[in-house]
Nanobody, 122 residues
Framework: VQLQASGGGSVQPGGSLRLSCAAS????????IGWFRQAPGQEREWVSC????????TYAESVKGRFSITRDRDKNTAYLQMNSLKPEDTGVYYC????????????????WGQGTLVTVSS
């Protein structure tokens, strides 16, 4: 089982990044996918989640209207499109999967990727 997160980098405020989460070793379509982030010195926080079957998406209030989560079932990959980035979006972003459906609590997610660093700074 492997989740490979990528796409992080450094960007100026107002910029955009697209994170990817490539899955292998399990049946991707049987899991909801979540994105979490952890800023330096902070606890990990939930960012977004997309459902197993109908691609229903939910977002934290802090990113709603700026971030978009999608999944490509043919490529076993999920994405997090991040627009209008702010310095407070800085952190390590993790993707994770939950066999029981959408959730916002980290302990509900079974498998985790290694994280990709996003830095938003002028």
């Amino acid at each position: 089982v492997q989740l490979q997160a990528s796409g992080g980098g450094s960007v100026q405020p107002g910029g955009s990044l697209r994170l990817s989460c490539a899955a292998s070793g399990f049946t991707f379509n049987d899991y909801a996918i979540g994105w979490f982030r952890q800023a330096p010195g902070q606890e990990r926080e939930w960012v977004s989640c997309i459902s197993k079957h109908d691609d229903t998406a939910t977002y934290a209030e802090s990113v709603k209207g700026r971030f978009s989560i999608t999944r490509d079932r043919d490529k076993n990959t999920a994405y997090l499109q991040m627009n209008s980035l702010k310095p407070e979006d800085t952190g390590v972003y993790y993707c994770a999967v939950n066999p029981d459906g959408m959730a916002m609590i980290a302990s509900r997610f079974r498998y985790w990727g290694q994280g990709t660093l996003v830095t938003v700074s002028s």
